[in-house]
């Protein structure tokens, strides 16, 4: 039997679970609560009674995820996780220390089916979706390994960039938004928070409508439809001009400005004539780009462009009024980009 997970409770689920399962006080919902936003197992839990935790042990489990290896970068402060779930499924996560605070590159689910080409997650398709307990747990996980060293140290912003299409997983992502934020829980402030989607259109409409003021970051990385399909094959199912029109909306509706990624890749889409071109496809929107140097990807025979053409790409969309930066390469040698890692270790793992 699949055991519940405590995390992914909100405050009413909490407090029913403590009445009418166990059979406890209101009051035992609350402590468990704060035991949860330490990140502590079930055994840790002492002003529970030892019956009571053997009880709760058996049926459920406080955080479903955890830490199996850590790698830290020794060029920066980055440092990646793999974490195990319950299944035996293995996802990934990376914590970037930054002055303003840290922040946790989060998954959604396990593997992905997008199929992105530039992507190491999706190449063995998407295995299923990430519970709201499983995508909070990798927040409590690291909040507690990091603050052991330091525990001033908290997870403060969280980018919604690892394996996984959140929007592919909408309501367990919604819902992990809310427990997030909840102030009785982490409490970590929505404005500080990104989710990343390659661009599920009617998902995007819907988002905008939940009144949550999250960042989005639009995996756009092409400035026309022609090279956006050869890279993500979600552009045959949603045009460009649907997907501009849909970050639209969200500004208008959200007052948020839209993050678009543009990941730049040799010989596909990093010349000057693309940068114009994605100019005057932006124009007039409230956003920034992010440029993303590519992270070599082995499988799939894609490299990045040398520097001096990310450096007169940039300058390019500025002469037409697109802010745009160029993303610092964060713990490069600890295989930083996304699905690298869990894929690193599935294959050792085979004969
Ligand atoms: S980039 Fe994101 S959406 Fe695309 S395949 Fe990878 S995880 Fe999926």
Known sequence: MDRLQLLGMDDV???????????ESKFRAKQIREWLNRGAAIDEMTNLSAALRSKLSEIAVANPVTIMESYKSKLDETEKFLYALPDGNLIEGVVMRYHHGDTLCVSTQVGCRMGCAFCASTLEGRVRNLT????????AAANRHIQKEDPSRRVHNIVLMGSGEPLDNYDNVVKFLKLVNDPAGLNISLRNVSLST???????????EEGLPVTL???????NDEIRKKLMPVANAYPYEQVIAACKNYVEKTG??????????????SDTKCADELAKRLRGL??????????????RNLSAPTRQTVEAFQRRLALKNISA???REMGADIEGACGQLRRKVLTQAKP
Do not use: W
Not at 13 to 23: K, M, P, S
Not at 132 to 139: C, D, F, N, R, S
């Open 198 to 208: 390659c661009g599920l259109v009617p998902r995007m409409y819907d988002f905008a």
């Open 217 to 223: 970051s639009l995996s756009l990385h092409a400035p």
């Open 132 to 139: 709201p307990g499983e995508i909070l747990g990798q927040v």
């Open 256 to 269: 948020r400005r839209v993050i678009f990624e543009y990941a730049l890749v040799k010989d596909v889409n």
């Open 13 to 23: 689920e909490l407090l029913t679970f403590v009445t009418d399962t166990l059979g």
């Open 286 to 299: 409230q956003c920034h780009v992010n440029l993303i140097p590519l992270n070599d990807v082995k499988e």
């Open 325 to 327: 930066t160029v993303r």
